[in-house]
């Protein structure tokens, strides 16, 4: 069996096998424990991660990519035996061409600073997890990630022009390209899309890019029952109005950000609704006040309009701090939260919350409910203990019941997390519900004449 020490000797300074500098990367932001990997690779170019490849390949030792390390099924947990391949020193930004609409990154690029730079000449990368701070390039495209922007400029597959990608065997391809538009064979592209990290591992992407928004503005509504937001969205998609995001937090979320943030909310609340909206400056009054019009018809406890920056900023901080705000609820440090996230059509959005609600009652297990209401996104933040054996069994029961409401609305069990490790049961389920078999089957083919040692994130996705 390769020990670390023969990592150390055939491919040199790049890779670590001291313990206490390994141990952080045993986790990810996911509550799976990983186990110690055999060693870490911090790879510096190219040609080093092919010789990565080439030499586990031929001594099939077993390779974990990651990127930021904020996946949340645990996609970047390493498994026994396995080298952890960490992506963090391709960081570079190489070429931005605004007049073309594409910018060519590395994998390791944190998606903030992308768009920091990119908005020095008034462009951006639309795709906008919660996480962005710390999430990269290459992990966003891994997992098909969404976010706040989702509901006007979809998720992440929908900005990836091509891609260069290093095999399993150590072998280099690139798909795609520049170009807007192309029409050559099959679309390579798009399967690494939403692989996180079974095919090969992403060393270089080119990202369409687009021009900031003119001018928004956001509105701030709260309501007693999500009912009301979701006759509400519909009402004005039905008119016209596009959110650049449209965000809901239920009362547990709003009463862990007033606890570990200090930001007030009303009282009469369950449920608080973002909403943004994005045109040209000529126009963009009268299209607030057309939102604004639709969201007083369905009598808001309390609603704010506002185009302030520093305003703006604030409530956009109470919908990226609700995960770690919820964090800070836990009973325990052996409490973990463990997010939910399924996807329904947006019109079934309501009905779909009412049943996760009663699904938690039934089985006695306390969640926070938010997410992107313009897309049908829930997120169900659970609260899992998991040192009771009898919680943790309530939280799988309500996970596969909420898996369920997703797929008999005719909706997903992942919406933008990924698979991972949490959710292949959900996976294979959502196949065989909707008699779709064989298009699982086929997945599973495919990773096996990429990966026939089946030596990449092996666990991940399927067995």
Not at 47 to 61: D, F, G, L, T, W
Not at 224 to 231: C, F
Request: with cysteine.
């Amino acid at each position: 069996m390769v020990q670390a020490e023969d990592l150390k000797r055939e491919l040199g300074k790049i890779i670590i096998t001291d313990p206490v500098m390994m141990k952080p990367y045993a986790t990810d932001a996911s509550y799976f424990e990983g186990v110690m990997p055999l060693a870490v690779a911090i790879p510096e170019n190219v040609e080093q991660v092919k010789q990565i490849m080439s030499y586990c390949s031929r001594n099939s030792i077993r390779v974990v990519a990651r990127g930021g390390g904020t996946s949340l099924t645990g996609s970047s947990v390493p498994t026994e035996n396995s080298l952890l391949l960490s992506m963090a020193r391709f960081d570079r930004i190489i070429e931005v061409k605004p007049e073309d609409r594409y910018a060519i990154v590395e994998p390791g690029v944190r998606l903030d600073y992308l768009n920091e730079q990119l908005s020095d000449i008034g462009f951006f990368y639309p795709p906008d997890p919660a996480s962005s701070i710390a999430a990269t390039v290459g992990g966003s495209i891994s997992t098909n990630a969404g976010g706040l922007r989702a509901s006007m400029y979809g998720t992440t597959k929908n900005w990836i022009l091509g891609l260069e990608v290093v095999l399993p065997n150590g072998d280099l391809i690139r798909t795609g390209g520049k170009v807007l538009k192309r029409t050559a064979g099959y679309d390579l592209t798009s399967l690494f899309v939403g692989a996180e990290g079974t095919l090969g591992i992403i060393t270089r992407a080119t990202l369409k890019i687009w021009p900031k928004p003119e001018a928004t503005g956001r509105i701030l509504a709260y309501y007693r029952d999500i009912e009301t937001i979701g006759q509400a969205i519909s009402e004005m998609k039905r008119i016209g109005i596009t959110p650049l995001i449209a965000e809901f937090l239920d009362r547990i979320t709003m009463d862990s950000l007033r606890d570990s943030r200090g930001i007030k909310f009303p009282e009469d609340a369950n449920y608080m609704l973002i909403i943004d909206v994005a045109s040209e400056e000529v126009a963009i009054e009268g299209e607030m006040e057309k939102a604004r019009k639709v969201l007083e018809k369905y009598n808001p406890t309390e609603l704010e309009v506002t185009r302030d920056r520093e305003r703006m900023e604030k409530i956009y901080e109470a919908r990226k701090g609700a995960y770690s705000s919820l964090l800070n609820q836990r009973k325990s440090m052996s409490e973990k939260v463990v997010i939910g996230d399924i996807v329904v059509p947006a019109s079934h959005l309501p009905e779909a919350l009412k049943e996760a609600s009663a699904k938690l009652q039934e089985h006695n297990v306390k969640a926070a409910l938010f997410g992107h209401i313009a897309d049908g996104n829930i997120h169900a933040n659970i609260y899992a203990d998991l040192s009771d054996e009898k919680n943790m069994s309530d939280v799988e029961a309500f996970q596969r019941d909420l898996a369920m409401i997703s797929i008999k609305h005719g909706g997903s069990v992942s919406a933008e997390h990924g698979i991972g490790l949490e959710k292949k049961e959900l996976l294979e389920m959502e196949h065989s519900v909707n008699e779709n078999r064989e298009a699982l089957d086929l997945m599973k083919s495919i990773r096996k004449i990429f990966d026939p040692s089946g030596i990449l994130n092996r666990g991940k996705m399927f067995d």
